[in-house]
């Protein structure tokens, strides 16, 4: 007559290992990741005179990216360390050139009347663009808006974007709008 070796009782494992997950997902505290905030431009308006449109035209700047990874923002080439600076031209367009973005006159709630920017950034790149000239230009657009931020909330302020309040940080995001369209990528290289 053989010996019966002795079973390991197993009923409760799955209730210690359902409890033992219940508890890391109490505790663990999960990065949310915040995407890139993209605000497209307004359709236009079918009825809409052909001379707007052409009106219309200077407030938008297209940057594209090539499947060599050479960026052309407007009608100029030119290196990504560049781009920052020309993004903010853009948007300021500090001697009212006809050629860049008009401004508007808008009140914004307890700050009163401001000039803001009609600019859209327009942003192609290439099905072969590579992930780092991407993000690389993608980060220049980004820090132009949030030096041109600093700026504004340095002048009405005296202090960082950053630095300020949830309020106060509602009146420099109206005033200095992050309008950036992102089209689909497509082979802007032979274009």
Known sequence: MGKKTPEINSSSTADMAFLLLCFFMMTTTMDQDKGLQRRLPPMPDPNQKAEDQKVNRRNIIVVKINSADKLLAGSEPMHVSQLKDKIKEFLTNPNNDANLPEKEEIEIENFGP??????????????????????????????????????????????????CNEEEQEIVRKAVPQNISEAEPKDVSKK
């Open 114 to 163: 401001c000039m803001v920017s009609k600019g859209v950034i327009s942003l192609q790149n290439d099905r072969g663009t590579s992930y780092q000239a991407y993000i690389a230009v993608q980060n220049e657009l980004v820090k132009a808006v949030n030096e041109l931020r600093d700026d504004f909330a340095m002048a009405n302020f005296a202090k960082l974007y950053s630095k």
